[in-house]
C-alpha cells in the first residue's frame, strides 16, 4: 500500500490561535522498546497508525493496551503486518485532543513527541492551525468484525484493516472504478510566524481522527 494509503487531500482555512503543548520524550525513557513504552501511553477512543518495513499497521487504544484487527480479516493473501520492535518504522497514537507521535533514529533508537490541544503540566504556547482532510485508500469494504473493518481498492484489490466498524451496505460494493473512496483522516497542521520574514509557516503536524463517510461520490 502507499504510504498512508492516502491519495488527495482537500485543505481547509487558518484559525487560532489557540493554546497547544507539545512535548518532547527523552530517548532513554523508550529504552528500546518502542511498541511496549507506546502501549503504555494508549486509552479507550485512541487510533493508531503504525508503519513498519513490511507495511502499514492500525490499531485502536484501550486501557494500557493497543488492539489490533482479528485475525479473521487475514488471509494467505492479506497477511497481517505485524507491530514488532523489530521492524517498526514510525506510529501515531491519536484522538482528538492529543498525538503521540514515535519514530525510530537508529537500530533500538527512538525519539518521541507529544502535541496536546490546550495548556498542559502548566506548558504551552499559542499557534494558528488549519484542518485538512486526507483521502485514504478504500473503495469497497469486504468485511467487518469487532470494530475493524477490511477495506480493498480497485481491481488492485490493496486492502488494510481500519478501526471502524463499516457494513458493505455503507459504500457501493461493486465501484473498481474508485469513485467512491469513503475513508477520510484528518490531519491538524500547526502554523507560526517566522520571526524574521513574519510570514505564516506550517511548522508540524499531527492526526486528529479517522471516519468514513456513507456512499461518497
Not at 31 to 52: E, F, I
Not at 204 to 214: C, D, M, N, T
Request: net charge negative.
Amino acid at each position: 500500500m502507499p504510504e498512508n494509503g492516502l491519495l488527495q487531500e482537500e485543505i481547509g482555512i487558518v484559525v487560532g490561535p489557540y493554546p497547544v503543548t507539545i512535548q518532547i520524550h527523552e530517548c532513554d525513557k523508550i529504552n528500546g522498546d518502542a511498541v511496549g513504552w507506546l502501549q503504555k501511553r494508549a486509552r479507550p477512543g485512541m487510533t493508531l497508525l503504525a508503519h513498519a518495513d513490511d507495511g502499514i499497521i492500525w490499531g485502536k487504544g484501550d486501557e494500557g493496551e493497543i488492539l489490533f484487527a482479528p485475525d479473521a480479516l487475514f488471509d494467505s493473501n492479506f497477511e497481517r503486518v505485524q507491530f514488532s520492535n523489530q521492524t517498526l518504522q514510525m506510529a501515531r497514537l491519536f484522538n482528538e485532543t492529543e498525538e503521540t507521535f514515535f519514530w525510530r533514529v537508529d537500530e533500538g533508537q527512538w525519539r518521541a513527541r507529544t502535541i496536546i490541544d490546550g495548556e498542559a503540566h502548566g506548558m504551552g504556547e499559542k499557534l494558528c492551525r488549519m484542518d485538512r482532510c486526507q483521502v485514504l485508500w478504500g473503495t469497497r469494504i469486504e468485511v467487518g468484525i469487532n470494530g475493524f473493518c477490511r477495506v480493498a481498492d480497485g481491481q488492485e484489490g490493496l486492502r488494510h484493516t481500519p478501526p471502524l466498524y463499516l457494513e458493505k451496505t455503507n459504500w457501493v460494493s461493486d465501484d473498481t472504478d474508485g469513485n467512491n473512496r469513503g475513508l477520510r483522516l484528518l490531519v491538524r497542521q500547526y502554523i507560526q510566524e517566522d520571526e524574521i520574514t513574519g510570514q505564516l509557516q506550517m511548522d508540524i503536524s499531527r492526526l486528529v481522527k479517522l471516519y468514513a463517510e456513507e456512499n461518497p461520490a
